[in-house]
């Protein structure tokens, strides 16, 4: 009898424990939502100008805000209604009807109206519902339907509506992904990983094959600059590889076909956004026709700001300007370089 008694009790303390664990996983979920919802609120409240990702993601930023104030919103009326409502598909109805009025209250914020905008937000809402829905198991419990084929068809379907809203996201992603890939050189302005990071000021950049007479890059495709006749005319790299530590010196090449001396300005920061002259390294470089091999010293460009050291592990910008005004000319540059020569003490 007492063993009936054990068999008996067994599915109640699994029910129990089921009962227990499905309010804690929906918490989990709740609050997650909830601190990505505010890290989108603080991270999207004006466009972030130092990162080029958050700057690509912050055209998507409504679509995160639905995307995670969705969920929230399903997780939070599912544990405070669960006693009254049992259906968890309500639920998830309930949350759609509200992705779908913030989306149109988006619109009144943004007139006129753009429907190409309203769909990729109200799309990526529903694609967080539908890809929680993948993955909730009390869903599943009360529909046999979403089980095996049915549960993969979902997910599939709404990692593939992310995929084609955030699509543009993924040159972004791969620039990253070179940039890593190419370190120690930071700069290599004839590929494609570079251009995400590279803007111009009354300059224009251009590569192809290198001048004949440049016999190390005969073979190699090469970047040419061409500087208008405008004092700071040239490019500006963002957000090279900050983290120098372990080199001592910056090198590259530069060829010139001019027939006079050319004055350039090389300028490195590691500031968010563009310092202050105080407040990065300046060089004037003097190239003269033929090849110019420049190597620079860390120390040199670490002591550069007045009131502090260079902080070599956290470089942000690399600038090549002209310095004088005279007349329209054009430079071939190699990549650049971070190379580590023994100490001379």
């Known amino acids: 009898m007492d063993n009936n008694r054990l068999v008996n009790d ?6 129990g424990t089921m009962r227990r664990k499905g309010p804690s996983a929906r918490l989990i979920v709740l609050y997650l939502a909830a601190i990505l919802l505010l890290a989108a609120f603080v991270t999207f409240d004006r466009r972030p100008e130092h990162n080029r990702l ?7 930023r409504h679509v995160l805000l639905l995307g995670f104030g969705g969920l929230m919103f399903l997780e939070l009326t599912a544990l405070l209604g669960r006693r009254w409502i049992r259906k968890r598909s309500l639920y998830y109805a309930a949350a759609a009807l509200i992705v779908l009025l913030a989306a149109i209250r988006i619109e009144f914020s943004h007139m006129p109206w753009d429907l190409d905008r309203l769909v990729r937000n109200f799309g990526g809402g529903i694609a967080f519902l539908l890809m929680s829905a993948a993955f909730d198991r009390p869903l599943r419990r009360e529909h046999d339907r979403l089980r095996g084929r049915a549960r993969k068809l979902l997910a599939g379907t709404a990692a593939l509506i992310l995929l084609s809203i955030l699509h543009p996201l993924a040159p972004v992603g791969l620039g990253y992904a070179g940039r890593s890939g190419s370190f120690p050189v930071v700069i290599e302005f004839t590929e494609d990983w570079q251009n995400a990071f590279v803007t111009s000021r009354d300059a224009m950049l251009f590569t192809g094959p ?3 007479a440049w016999e190390s890059r005969r073979e190699k495709l090469t970047a040419m600059i061409s500087f208008d006749p405008v004092v700071g005319a040239g490019v500006t790299v963002s957000e090279v590889y900050p983290d120098w530590d ?3 010196r910056i090198r590259f090449q530069v060829y010139s076909e001019e027939p006079t001396p050319r004055l350039l300005l090389l300028q490195i920061d590691d500031q968010k956004r563009f310092a202050g002259p105080d407040q990065r390294y300046q060089r004037q470089l003097l190239v003269q026709q033929g090849l110019n091999d ?11 700001p007045e009131d502090r050291p260079m902080r070599m592990r956290k470089i942000r910008h690399i600038g090549i300007y002209s310095a004088a005004a005279d007349e329209r000319f054009r430079l071939f540059f190699s990549d ?4 580590r020569r023994p100490s001379l003490e």
């Open 246 to 248: 372990g080199f001592n």
């Open 210 to 212: 290198a001048p004949w």
């Open 10 to 15: 067994i599915p109640v303390l699994k029910a």
């Open 294 to 304: 420049f190597e620079i010293p860390f120390d040199e460009i670490r002591s550069a």
């Open 54 to 60: 958050l700057g690509e993601l912050y055209a998507f």
């Open 336 to 339: 650049f370089r971070l190379v």
